[in-house]
């Protein structure tokens, strides 16, 4: 939603930095969740294997939708 909103939100808009903070903010947060929480539970379900495998092709998948900007 954040995104959209910036989107569409004039950038001249004094406003419109304080919306970039808040998405930052969040993201942040959500990196950090991730880490400490989502990751180590993650890592005690998934073999080290599979975790490796998911790591090439999450990076795979990324390249390509990168190209493709």
């Known amino acids: 939603m954040l995104l959209v909103d910036l989107d569409n939100f004039p950038t001249y808009d004094e406003r419109w930095v304080v919306k970039l903070e808040v998405l930052e903010e ?12 989502i990751f180590p539970e993650g890592k005690k379900v998934i073999e080290a294997a599979e975790s490796e495998e ?16």
Do not use: S
Not at 26 to 37: A, G, I, R, V
Not at 54 to 69: C, H, N, T, Y
């Open 54 to 69: 998911m790591g090439k092709r999450f990076e795979e998948i990324k390249a390509k939708q990168l190209a493709a900007l």
């Open 26 to 37: 969040y993201t942040n947060h959500h990196l950090k969740e991730e880490e400490d929480e």
